[in-house]
């Protein structure tokens, strides 16, 4: 069964170093998502891409966070520099045009 | 926008009991509405789906929920608790043909033996 690939799944940086989380979405999905959960509370969308382009980045902290996709595949989200208040669940999901969202299994970040 | 909110951040019931988790939604429009279950860090993985049609809608793992739009609802149901049940679960919705989800806050299940 196709699935959402994310690396690593656990993370451990301190802060002010930079991290970066990887995703591979399943073949096929044109649309990639990245969200943010916090501990406790329900996940919120980062950014969104059609392919290699950004279609929704509004709720993402660009003064750290950066995400790119490349060639349309796989993406990388990046924070630099990480931030005690980073520590969440990063989530990457994809779909088609007529499919929901497929979640990966997420990059649990602590900063220290 | 779309938003949507969960009643209830936690809910315990027994096993074999009825589990009932209630979501409202907002949307200028007619929504997509969908829930999920999540595992101690795992990710997201579909219940059930509401886009068009059929308002009564069954998933898996013997869950249900009705699109009730007079009432903007769209709560989820399980008529026999199993422990393998516990776990959070998370009401989302999206706009028409869209899948980019606003998700609501969570209600953590806990069933009692």
């Known amino acids: 069964e196709a699935e959402v690939a994310q690396s690593p799944r656990y993370k451990i940086t301190e802060k002010s170093q930079a991290v970066a989380f990887w995703c591979d979405p399943i073949?096929?999905?044109?649309?990639l998502y990245w969200y943010r959960q916090i501990l406790g509370q329900g996940p919120e969308l980062l950014v969104q891409?059609?392919?290699?382009?950004?279609?929704?980045d509004s709720q993402l902290p660009k003064d750290r966070f950066s995400a790119e996709r490349l060639k349309g595949v796989d993406s990388t989200l990046k924070i630099q520099p990480a931030e005690l208040g980073d520590s969440a669940m990063y989530l990457c999901?994809?779909?088609?045009?007529?499919?929901?969202?497929?979640f990966g299994q997420g990059t649990r970040l602590t900063v220290v | 926008a779309q938003s949507v909110t969960q009643l209830g951040s936690h809910v315990s019931v027994s096993e074999g009991a009825l589990v009932l988790l209630r979501c409202n939604y907002s949307s200028s429009v007619p929504p997509y509405l969908f829930w999920y279950v999540q595992y101690p860090n795992q990710g997201l993985q579909l219940l059930l789906k509401?886009?068009?049609?059929?308002?009564l809608v069954k998933g898996i793992n013997g869950f249900e929920a009705e699109f009730k739009k007079s009432e903007t609802s769209f709560h989820l149901t399980k008529p026999s608790a199993h422990m393998s049940d516990a776990a959070e679960y998370f009401c989302a919705v999206s706009l028409p043909g869209d899948y980019k989800l606003s998700f609501g806050a969570g209600t953590t299940v806990t069933v009692r033996a």
């Open positions: 509401y886009t068009t049609g059929a308002t």
């Open positions: 073949s096929g999905h044109a649309t």
């Open positions: 891409f059609q392919d290699e382009s950004v279609v929704d």
């Open positions: 999901a994809s779909s088609t045009m007529n499919t929901e969202a497929f």
